[in-house]
């Protein structure tokens, strides 16, 4: 499974967009890069997937260059509600693959 | 539709005791996993599930942990000894077939542990 890095902590203020980088550098051939949100008190969630390009929906978008070794999530216009851990994973679809979460990027929003 | 159930919610035991947490995956979801969450290891991968059958438990730590799935709407978690390191909250997951759900899996509200 490929080891992915991001920064431990991020601080922002309300409004503005965040974006929050992890590194993946032995990411393979068959792997999809997943964003899960954790807040407090709570199991994490799932945010946003990709394989290539740009990934959006209504809560973030996902942006992945073409040699696939990072990503990049972006939050637009960022509430307190926001302040959470976000976690990176990279691993192969289907039903045998194991979901490890790293250590995240702790994000806290300010007003 | 009703989300990844678990139970209990809250456990306060004394060392020594057996402990056991349940968990109800989503309907018609195939795969389940268990993690446990502390300050100092963060989320760990304890075991998963793929159609009932266990496929990997290295994440287990010790012997004293053991889990069970006994048919695809339930799932158990047991420690026997429990001791006060084991404090902390236990996840269950669960996952739908492959497509379409690529790697997105649904969590539960955990079950936070406290041995003293």
């Known amino acids: 499974l490929a080891k992915t890095t991001q920064p431990i902590s991020m601080d922002s203020y309300e409004g503005q967009e965040v974006n929050i980088t992890c590194s993946h550098n032995?990411?393979?051939?068959?792997?999809?890069i997943t964003w899960y949100q954790q807040f407090p008190s709570q199991g994490p969630r799932f945010i946003i997937q990709g394989y290539k390009t740009k990934v959006t929906n209504e809560v973030a978008s996902l942006f992945i260059p073409a040699d696939r070794k990072s990503s990049t999530l972006s939050l637009p216009r960022v509430s307190l509600s926001d302040t959470a851990v976000y976690y990176c994973l990279v691993g192969p679809g289907g039903n045998f693959n194991k979901f490890y979460f790293g250590s995240g990027t702790k994000l806290n929003v300010k007003p | 539709d009703a989300g990844v159930i678990q139970s209990p919610r809250h456990e306060v035991t004394e060392m020594g005791q057996e402990v056991t947490l349940r968990c109800k995956p989503i309907?018609?979801?195939?795969?389940l996993f268990w993690y446990r969450q502390t300050m100092m290891r963060g989320l760990e991968l304890l075991i998963y599930?793929?159609?009932?059958?266990?496929?990997?438990d290295s994440g287990m730590p010790e012997d004293r942990f053991s889990a069970k799935m006994p048919n695809a709407s339930f799932s158990t978690l047991k420690i026997q000894p429990s001791e006060p390191r084991d404090s902390a909250v236990y996840f269950c997951?669960?996952?739908?077939?492959?497509?379409?759900?690529?790697?997105?899996?649904?969590f539960g509200e955990g079950s936070w542990l406290t041995v003293v």
């Open positions: 997951a669960s996952r739908p077939p492959r497509v379409p759900s690529g790697n997105t899996i649904y």
């Open positions: 309907s018609g979801h195939n795969s």
């Open positions: 032995n990411i393979a051939t068959n792997d999809y």
């Open positions: 599930f793929n159609n009932n059958v266990p496929i990997d």
